[in-house]
């Protein structure tokens, strides 16, 4: 810790705990009379439905979700504090590393085992006054839906696909089921390289429309990890893949287990020796089982640079925002290249047709496909149907038919509870359709036909 | 350009809806890659230990011609959360004499690992496997032996072949019956 710099930060900061926030307060003001200049002034490069006097109120009062609280989460904190936002909440569920100290500089080796959200939000709060930032220790995926649709955007710096497309799903999910558009801004950067990028719910292309185009971890052929190892990393993978399940049967390899990644780099540096290959370390053992791409300080600053100004631009509107994709690579110079990506129309995401149909509950399943084949709206040939836990009907392959066939007698309210959400697939339909069921004892008897409404 | 700010319309009757699982994009994604596999060739069968959990499942390959012919041989797929950004899991279940699934189960294939591409599917896999079995390709060894005699003798691999199906031993390694008609 050096506490020379921490003296200077206290200074610079003025009174810690001062929540003040009022608009009198002079030096506050001053601070942000450029900003106020930049987005309180139209003109010939404003968004439609402008209004100088409404963004900056507007900047103040809406609420932005920041995601991940690492190398880019910091940037991405520091810059929205520093543009105006002053609701901010912060989700994390991990703590300080020492090897995070290097470029995430919010925290000090006195924060090491601390959260990075409780962490961040601190600094970032007490550095710029009247902005609030709550942090939130958990995983993306156990909070609920009602806790994301507080927010008026939400701007992602994470470093997993599986996390983006997580998020990507939930605003899509949060546009079908209550209407909100929360725009997601969703930054990423690989070494030298980086994205930003504008995801408007069912407007532009979602994270899965583009899932082809996310880097891959690196694999290697696994008869030439069995038999030919050549590079230090064939000897890693060779470790893990195949020594470590013959030596631990039924015991997962987990590579944030210090005792693990010992014996994987015991065990890859024998092969490495028998094979006479130069280069097998525990760092680039951990580097390879962690699929861990370096991370650059300055990709992070720019990259975050870009989605905070993407969100300015939206909050107030003074700026017409990105469309809806900028790709930067700080590799050759700087080069970025801004481009339109297209949506998908398969996409299994946003390429979902959303209903809502209200049957009643002593309604057989049969029945129900039976109405969805016959709807001039949908007219599906032979459907699939599952909710988010249990195959109701499956078309195919022949194994799932004949387990779930059953079911085609019974009621619906043996199967469903009403609210639930199902997924219809079918081989002539290149989409899904999401349907949210309403079990309504209201709707016509049980041979009638339910009518679907169309909707979104 | 669209003003996003101005056509936010919360609903928030909705908002407090008690929360229920939620389907995710990869499960979307497999129900449509299995629901639409209705063409199955009789050579291939998949089994659902739970019907519900389609990220789990077993595959039995049946070759009807080739050095494989007249046995039966099983897999199990693990499909992860991360499909399909993430190729499945493939591993056969049984000890077996093949020069690209070596004795534990692990299988050289190319669209398993580092040619895996979202746009591939669960078909596109299982293809791939009874192409295994028609032709079991000695350039990509995982059961080295195995490849060794196959590039030197397609006889002698062949005797191999049958011999092991039927639960012999040899080389040190008992291998299990997988005949069809043991
Ligand atoms: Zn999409």
Redesign the pocket.
Known sequence: MDADNDADRDADSGDDDDDDDSDSDSDAEARWSDLWRAVGTSGPLAAPGFDPAAAVAQLRATRVLVIGAGGLGCELLKDLALSGFRRLDVVDMDTIDISNLNRQFLFRAADVGAPKATTAARWVARRVRGCRITPHVARIQALPDAFYAQFGLIVCGLDSVEARRWISFLVLRLYAEQDLMIPLIDGGTEGLKGQSRVILPHLT??Y??SLDMQTKAVTYPICTIANTPRLPEHCVEWASVMAWPKAFPGTPLDADDPTHLAWLYDAAAARARDHHIRGVTYKLTQGVVKHIIPAIASTNAAVAASCVNEALKIVTAAYRYLNNYMLYAGDRGVYTYTFALA??PA?P???SARLEMAVHPDRSLAAFLADLADAPSIQLARPSVRTATASLYMHAPPALEAATRANLARPLRDLVASGDTLTVTDASLPISLQIRLCLDPTQDPPEASAEPEARG | MLNIMSIKKAKAANAGAPPTSKTSAAQIRLQKDLADMDHLPSTMALAFPDPNDVFHFRLTITPDEGFYRGGRFHFTFTVPTSYPHEPPRVLCTQTIYHPNIDLEGKVCLNILREDWKPVLNINSILVGLQYLFLEPNADDPLNKEAAAILQSSRATFDANVRKAMRGGAFGGVTYDNVMVHP
């Open positions: 292309a979602c899965e429309c949506r998908t996409c995401a946003c390429g």
